[in-house]
């Protein structure tokens, strides 16, 4: 769902931030592990499409909460970042 896939989008920029040689201390990885950690949890409460509950989940509300929680990543991020600041 679109759930996991933006926690799988998260998981590969943060490792594309480590392999620039970013520290767990710079502002950009910060963000990205408050983005995982919403977005773990937006997979966890995502349900299973499998056979017959396939037509049973909405994916309209699910992409609302994809953006729910990503949204709230970016606060928290910005949050993080004027704390630095």
Avoid: F, W
């Avoid at 056979?51 to 709230?72: C, E, F, H």
Wanted: no cysteine.
């Amino acid at each position: 769902g679109p759930a996991r896939a933006r926690l799988a989008a998260i998981q590969g920029q943060l490792a594309d931030a480590r392999a620039k040689g970013y520290t767990d201390s710079h502002p950009d990885v910060i963000a990205l592990k408050n983005q995982l950690a919403a977005a773990q949890s937006a997979a966890a409460r995502e349900p299973v499409v499998s056979g017959a509950s396939a037509g049973a989940s909405n994916p309209v509300y699910i992409g609302l909460q994809s953006m729910r929680a990503d949204k709230q990543a970016t606060v928290a991020a910005l949050i993080q970042r004027k704390a630095q600041i």
